[in-house]
């Protein structure tokens, strides 16, 4: 393995069999120079791309950016892998450092965005939330800037978008499930769901639990945490979208050959009543 382009003490870009793989560590390209050899073995990370749009793209950035926004995003990924015990596809890294570099331009600027979506983010995806945190000390390690829990929440979500394992059965049996149950709320309800809604957004991650949950059959009623009178309350309310609820629930008993909770179908009753209100 020889060494293509240095970007800094830490980054080198190297060809290995006529490939070029990003290494990252530190000290790896100190006092380095073009055509050396770098042994794989003192790299922390090592990014091999499975394509050759993905180093165009991770050339462009570094175009852009400063290395450093991509050691940083290489830290968290490192964390992100440990924790959630999953692994991503390289594509992550250009991902990650552009928007670490985005939000510390928002900040030098002052602007800030909150995250709509912070209290859904943390209560469907704990464990990428926890990451998130993780990762706003390594980049206040870095940069020395302090972020506020919206940030965690935005790089929550960008692990819970990109985890590998998005290929495989049951993922594809979630999507097909959540686009049936999107395309039963239009249907029922009569009306053109707007994507770029935050009660859509809502939604979707929604359902992203809710039939992760019944996929993975931890979906059992306990007694002690339904409250049947908030359900009649609810019922007698938002009558339009708990029998839309009911729908769907006959559609996922049928297909799935297993029941849903109470609580569940209380919850999901809840955000169809969100669109009925945003769009009324």
Known sequence: MKIKKVFNNNVVLALQNNQ???????????????GQPIDEKLADKIYRPFDERWSRLFNELLNDIAPEYVEIASQIIKVAEQSLKTKFN?????ALSDHIHFVAQRIEENIVIKNELLWEIQRFYPEEYE???KALAII??????????DEAGFIAL???????????QQAMQMTKLISDILTMVQY???????????SYQRFIIHLRYFVERILQGDNVDKHDD???VMNEHIFKKYTQAYRCTQKIM?????????????????YLTIHIQRIITELT
């Not at 390289?90 to 250009?94: A, D, H, T």
């Not at 029922?188 to 935050?198: A, P, R, S, T, V």
């Open 226 to 228: 339904f409250d049947e």
């Open 250 to 266: 006959h559609f996922i008993e049928k297909t799935l050959k297993q029941p849903v909770s109470n609580n569940e179908q209380m």
């Open 158 to 168: 960008k692990f819970v978008e990109k985890r590998l394992d998005n290929q495989n």
């Open 131 to 133: 990451v998130g945190k």
């Open 20 to 34: 070029e793989v990003v290494l990252i560590g530190k000290g790896l390209g100190f006092q380095k120079k073009v």
């Open 90 to 94: 390289s594509y992550m890294l250009i």
């Open 140 to 149: 206040n390690r870095y940069l020395q800037i302090m972020l506020p829990d």
């Open 188 to 198: 029922q309800l009569q009306i053109k769901l707007d994507e770029n809604g935050i």
